[in-house]
């Protein structure tokens, strides 16, 4: 069963890779939108994500059957279902909407999710006690939901921002619109350098006092550039360059912050040959692609991605999630810093509505706003489980 | 003050710009559009502005305000993630000086700023109280004349009104009857009056952010009145199997509750269990499957004095597990923690020290010895000195730790009939120290260990009160976010045909339900005045 399981995401993977392809087709750079092929390649699109979605769909339901739990229990599992919730939040929105150039966004950021994804241990692993609740399943999958649904406001920011910031000059804003595609060409690098080093088998050893002053040991499987704070390498692989400091303290968190810095130098080498081979800002590039998109639609979209995802958001992050902590600790809230970044995402988002609503944020500025509140779902996903502690780093 | 009277005869509150029966403008540089946000009415936060508490009410109701009140409880909540809070830190370190160790002047100033201690600090409990407040101002300040407006609304409305909307066609001709039908078949509410139509869709949902608030305030309200005696109990038992204990915080005028361990249960996954193989071996130690205690709940008779255990009342058996708490009256029981193989009982034999034979066994409770044991044929041991948790303090002397029998260690005097004067023994774990001119020997013989589970005692009568907020504010926003207020006025007027059209959000959904309208029947295609902006 694991294994239908684990090729039905490999399938999903591919077919998702085709939508994106089918969608970028279907973008028109000439005068008129509204070309027949646009609709043509659009559909095809559309229906390819579906049946990607459909793909994954069987992944989630095959490794529930053979795990008999819900597989939203560790981060590759948990980031894979985050993933397929951004799929099923496209798949509303353009249901709604039909904007063939929100396809080409959405698709490969929600591929760029799984991949990353994917890059986790994928062993099913069994339940501790706190976790072995209903209402853990309800509140982690009502919460994906919604940050997928959220994340698709910040795609169609995103082509907002592409369309509509002035690309002839060098701004605040330009460089911004790089830094956020560096970010995201940043995690193809991680992919591609995880990937590299698990094909040659690298592996390099460190020694290092747990808690309780017993050794255990630390296994890195890409070069150390940080090591753990107060390591013995045990071998004589590379590195590392510097220790990483100790109030970094989540579970193996001088690893992920190795990891983390290997993403941002390999992410950096993408993106400077790209600069190279197309000779001008990858926000300008795309720009050309994108100029036939309705701007206004954009950013009617990323309102409406903001309006479907908040209260399914404050559902799952905040109301389920207390419903389950309450049964299990006792408490319904602990301010654990999990707990906190998901009220912090609900008070941004809880402002962006208030800023649109009655001070006439609309267009770019609400857009810049999608983006920040994607970066603070991303990083409760993954920064809060790197350096900050809690209950939640179980994961 | 006096009321405005507009020409259609309907009296309006002092401060009104659009009418709130026919939407004429009641001053000549009212803009209509900007004013439909909340009809036109007259909120007090806009009219009144010159007394102190007109101005704490403006400063309270406006948004600017209730926004920087959301960020900086945002950016604080933020900053206090940074550095772990006080309850997380270890139990015996002082955080005065445990964040400057730890983590250097940033924690000094992280602590003395009170970010360590964030959801307790006044300063924070300050911006909650001043959010609630914001919430409650805002929210009468325009939900109250909204309403009012909302509910006088005629079907005619004055020409300015539907001329400055922001969707509007003029038709030569329209078949009335088509467009109601129309309109029905688009579940819009329809109503007539002289030849003129007014068609609403979702009024409903207008309410979304007063309802959301609403439940905010009360879910705010709940989270407060936890500070209040009696509301919340949060106490943590310690059990040993067997035995029977008080629930501390249960007690009242009809009694006590106790409760007894019958039984502490740790199960673990099995490492060779094929489904979680790998994930199990690539981490290091025991992955648990289930902490549980098997229990008996009794309480105690009115005015049973306490320690007084036998009038205790059996009310019921139960299991109490993680995310399965036991449940009686107010209170739930909660898995905590626990303590495995905590000594209770030891044995020894009183032995001839030369030939090992033995003149009887003595078994010592651990938590309640005896002072003296008999054992028959004169044979007696006495325990002089009982260390539960031994160690050699500062002076090298002989102490305990505390009162938990982690290393017990004894001080006997043995008697036989051939010293009836006694001799005497230092008796511990892997010690037995004597003069050394002893002719008895005390020998171990034995050991009983008990698990202890540990529970905590909650009550929290806030908790109803908190989830009715939440339910409340669930509501709110799904009627404010998933529904709009769409509105179509149609007015006969002077041989044409007006045609406009208003919504709060969502003006995509509204186009898409006019085009189908005009579709369907003669109306001109309603035009977009505003190009972009406004949505
Ligand atoms: C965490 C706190 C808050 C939450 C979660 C919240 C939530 C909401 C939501 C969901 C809406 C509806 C938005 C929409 O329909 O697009 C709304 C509207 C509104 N909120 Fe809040 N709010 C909060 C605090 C405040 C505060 C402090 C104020 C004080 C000024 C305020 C004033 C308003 C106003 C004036 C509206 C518009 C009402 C209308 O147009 O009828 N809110 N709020």
Redesign the interface.
């Given at each position: 069963m694991s294994e239908i399981s684990s090729t039905l995401l490999y399938s999903a993977f591919i077919i998702y890779l085709f939508s994106t392809l089918f969608f970028s087709m279907s973008l028109s750079d000439k005068k008129s939108s509204e070309a027949a092929y646009t609709k043509k390649w659009g559909k095809v699109g559309f229906i390819t994500a579906c049946a990607g979605f459909a793909a994954q769909l069987g992944y989630f339901i095959t490794r529930w059957i053979?795990?008999?739990h819900a597989p939203v229990s560790n981060l590759f599992e948990f980031t894979t279902f985050f993933g397929m919730m951004m799929v099923l939040g496209f798949i509303v929105l353009y249901s709604i909407?039909r904007t063939n150039g929100l396809g080409v966004f959405a698709m490969p950021v929600a591929l760029l999710v799984i991949a990353y994804a994917s890059m986790f241990?994928k062993?099913?692993?069994?339940l501790?006690?706190?976790l072995?609740?209903d209402w853990l399943k309800i509140h982690v999958t009502t919460a994906a939901l919604g940050e997928g649904i959220l994340a698709i406001s910040f795609v169609s920011g995103l082509i907002y921002l592409i369309r509509t910031v002035d690309q002839t000059v060098s701004t605040k804003k330009t460089k911004w619109l790089e830094i956020i595609m560096y970010s995201l060409i940043s995690v193809v690098g991680f992919v591609i350098i995880s990937l590299a080093f698990k094909g040659a088998g690298y592996e390099s050893s460190f020694e290092v006092m747990n808690k309780q002053n017993q050794p255990?040991k630390i296994v890195y499987e890409l070069p150390a550039i940080a090591g753990p704070a107060n390591g013995d390498h045990l071998d004589r692989g590379f590195g590392p360059l510097f220790n990483t400091p100790s109030?970094m303290q989540g579970v193996n968190a001088s690893m992920k912050l190795n990891t983390f810095i290997w993403s941002l130098l390999s992410g950096f080498v993408l993106y400077g040959l790209l600069r190279l081979v197309l000779r001008k800002r990858i926000s300008a590039a795309l720009q050309t692609k994108v100029k036939n998109v309705n701007s206004?639609?954009l950013?009617?979209i990323s309102?409406?991605a903001v309006?479907?995802g908040?209260?399914i958001f404050?559902?799952g992050a905040?109301?389920f999630a207390?419903i389950w902590a309450?049964?299990?600790?006792?408490?319904?809230w602990?301010?654990d810093?999990k707990e906190?970044?998901a009220?912090?995402t609900f008070?941004?988002y809880?402002?962006y509505l208030?800023?649109r609503?009655?001070?006439?944020w609309?267009?770019e500025k609400s857009a810049w706003l999608c983006v920040v509140g994607f970066w603070i779902i991303t990083f409760n996903l993954i920064a809060?489980n790197l350096v900050?502690?809690?209950l939640h780093s179980y994961a | 003050m006096e009321t405005i009277v507009c020409e259609c005869g309907h009296s309006n509150p002092y401060g009104t710009s659009l009418c709130q029966a026919c939407g004429k403008p009641l001053e000549n540089d009212v803009e209509v559009l900007t004013s439909m946000?909340y009809e036109g009415s007259a909120r007090r936060s806009q009219v009144y502005k010159k007394t102190i508490v007109d101005q704490v009410w403006n400063f309270f109701s406006s948004?600017?305000v209730?926004?920087w009140l959301?960020?900086t409880?945002?950016v604080a909540?933020?900053i206090?993630?940074i550095?772990?809070?006080v309850?997380?830190i270890p139990p015996n370190v002082d955080p005065a000086t445990h964040y400057e160790t730890?983590?250097g002047t940033l924690g000094k100033i992280y602590y003395l700023l009170g970010f360590h201690n964030?959801?307790g600090s006044w300063w924070f409990i300050v911006l909650l109280g001043l959010l609630g407040l914001s919430l409650i101002i805002a929210s009468l300040d325009r939900g109250i004349p909204l309403y009012k407006a909302l509910k006088t609304q005629r079907v005619t409305r004055h020409n300015k009104f539907l001329e400055n909307q922001r969707l509007f066609s003029v038709s030569k001709e329209a078949d009335l009857e088509e467009i109601k039908y129309t309109l029905g078949s688009l579940r819009y509410k329809v109503r007539e009056e002289n030849g003129n139509l007014f068609a609403e869709k979702g009024r409903f949902s207008r309410w979304g952010a007063y309802v959301n608030h609403v439940g905010l305030i009360i879910f705010l309200t709940g989270a407060m009145l936890r500070f209040f005696p009696g509301m919340y109990v949060?106490e943590i038992v310690w059990v040993r199997e067997g035995e029977t204990t008080s629930i501390p915080g249960t007690k009242d005028d009809n009694g006590q509750y106790y409760l007894r361990n019958n039984d502490f249960i740790l199960e673990k996954?099995d490492k060779k269990?094929k489904?979680?193989n790998?994930?199990?071996n690539?981490v290091?130690g025991d992955?648990?499957?289930?902490?549980q205690s098997n229990v008996t709940l009794f309480k105690s008779n009115k005015g049973t004095v306490i320690g007084e255990k036998g009038k205790l009342e059996k009310i019921k058996d139960g299991v109490i597990?993680?995310?399965?708490?036991l449940k009686f009256d107010s209170f739930?029981l909660?898995?905590?923690d626990f303590k495995l193989d905590e000594l209770n009982k030891m044995s020894f034999n009183l032995e001839d020290k030369t030939s090992g034979k033995s003149f009887g066994k003595l078994t010592v409770d651990l938590h309640e010895p005896e002072t003296k044991y008999d054992l028959g044929n004169g044979y007696k041991v006495e325990i002089l000195d009982y260390y539960p948790n031994f160690i050699l303090n500062d002076q090298d002397e002989p102490a305990t730790v505390n009162n938990l029998p982690d290393n017990p260690a004894f001080v006997f005097a043995m008697y036989s009939p051939q010293k009836p004067q006694g001799e005497k023994a230092f008796v511990g774990i892997m010690k037995n120290i004597d003069s050394g001119d002893n002719t008895l020997k005390m020998s171990f013989a034995g050991l009983e260990t008990k698990d202890l589970t540990a529970l905590?005692v909650?009550k929290d009568l806030t908790?109803w009160i908190?989830a009715l907020g939440?339910f409340i504010?669930?509501i709110g926003?799904?009627q404010g976010?998933?529904w709009n207020y769409r509105r179509i006025w149609i007015k006969q007027n002077q041989g044409e045909v007006w045609a406009a059209a208003h919504t709060n959000?969502?003006?995509?959904g509204l186009k898409k339900d006019l085009e189908f309208l005009t579709e369907k029947t003669e109306l001109t295609p309603l035009e977009d005045r505003v190009n972009?902006?406004?949505?």
């Open positions: 053979a795990s008999g909407y241990p062993d099913i692993s069994p501790i006690p706190a072995q609740s255990v109030w206004e639609l950013d009617e309102y409406r309006a479907i908040f209260p404050s559902l905040l109301i207390m309450q049964q299990a600790w006792s408490r319904f602990g301010w810093p906190v970044w009220l912090i008070l941004f809880a402002a208030h800023l609503l009655s001070r006439g609309h267009g809060v900050l502690v809690g | 946000r948004v600017k209730g926004v959301i960020i409880i945002l909540a933020a206090g993630t550095f772990p809070q309850t997380f730890e983590y964030l959801y949060d996954y269990d489904k979680f790998s994930a199990l690539s290091e992955v648990a499957k289930n902490y597990r993680v995310n399965e708490p739930a909660y898995q905590t905590t909650k908790l908190i939440g504010f669930m926003v799904t976010l998933y959000k969502n003006w995509y972009s902006s406004e949505k």
